[in-house]
Structure formats: structure tokens, C-alpha cells
């Protein structure tokens, strides 16, 4: 199904059945309380170069409700079966590196969300984790969110996969 189901309007001297209260008034209230929502995280580094705006792949679901992500194809996408409004929102986890800022953004089809960037300064040689802003962004059936990482430590960096740091992001339909 790529459609949000609708409540159906009744029309005056109809008779209700258990088939009608079923389809048209059961179906959409159980689809509202299990959302497609997806949460996927991060468990092999991945290296991502000085200045370089990357789009963080993902190889772990924790929950992927309708198929939004692919662990073999497309792994930094989060792909939209329904269309409206997603919460999204998530984390970049960098390995220990005192130089330069990291920056974690949310992105729909490969571009950056207005507003969704956070960065920080690198202060000292330890772990880091950026958190994205959390935001909703419009997804038509097809559309993809994800998120991407920046460092500019000067040098390639791998992000962090230790349970308490990985990068994880999750999207989440909450509104036609």
C-alpha cells in the first residue's frame, strides 16, 4: 500500500456493517497507531574525507516497520512508501580527533535541509558526537531522507561505532 488510508464519510439511511466499521473505521485508526518509521544506525566505521560532505550509509536497522531502508542497496537512504510529513532525526559519532569542526546535517534526495545543520568545534582528542536538529520534511512516495556528516579535521576521519557513539538517524511519518 502507498496510499494513507482515509475514514469514510457516511451518507445518511446507509446501513453499517461489521465490514464497513472495519475497513473504514478500524483500518485507518490501527495504520495512525503503527506509523512507517524507520531507525537505523551504524556498526562499521566508515571513512569520510577532510571537507567533504558525505552521506552516512547505514547497516543496521533497529526498526524498519514499512521497508524504508535497503541493507544492500541505496544504505544511506531512508525511502518513503507513503507520502507526508516525516520526523526526522539523528546523530554523527566522530573518532577522537582535537582538530576542526564536525557537522551533521539531514538531507532529502542528496541536498541539505535548510536548517537541519548542527556543527561543533573540536575541542580535544576524544570521541564526538554531533546531533543533527531535529526537523520534518515533506516526502512524496519515492522521496529519500537521510543524513551526512562533514569534518574538517584535515585528513580523513572515521566516524565512531562504539555502542554509545554511532551515528544513527530515523524517520518517521507523522502527518498527510
Do not use: K
Not at 85 to 110: E, P
Not at 129 to 147: E, H, K, Q
Amino acid at each position: 500500500m502507498s496510499t494513507v488510508p482515509v475514514t469514510r464519510t457516511w451518507v445518511a439511511g446507509e446501513v453499517v456493517t461489521d465490514g464497513f466499521m472495519n475497513n473504514n473505521v478500524t483500518g485507518p485508526i490501527a495504520w495512525l497507531l503503527a506509523p512507517a518509521l524507520c531507525q537505523v544506525r551504524q556498526i562499521v566505521a566508515q571513512s569520510i574525507a577532510t571537507s567533504s560532505t558525505t552521506d552516512m550509509t547505514w547497516t543496521a536497522e533497529d526498526v524498519d516497520s514499512t521497508g524504508m531502508h535497503s541493507n544492500v542497496s541505496n544504505t544511506a537512504r531512508l525511502t518513503a512508501v507513503y507520502p507526508g510529513w516525516y520526523l526526522n532525526a539523528g546523530a554523527v559519532g566522530w573518532a577522537a580527533n582535537a582538530t576542526g569542526r564536525r557537522i551533521a546535517a539531514i538531507r532529502v534526495n542528496g541536498a541539505d535541509i535548510t536548517g537541519s545543520q548542527l556543527a561543533m568545534q573540536a575541542t580535544a582528542a576524544s570521541l564526538a558526537v554531533v546531533p543533527s536538529r531535529t526537523i520534518l520534511t515533506f516526502l512524496n512516495v519515492g522521496d529519500y531522507t537521510g543524513m551526512a556528516g562533514r569534518q574538517e579535521s584535515g585528513g580523513a576521519l572515521l566516524t565512531a561505532v562504539t555502542s554509545g557513539e554511532q551515528s544513527h538517524f530515523m524517520s518517521m511519518w507523522v502527518s498527510n
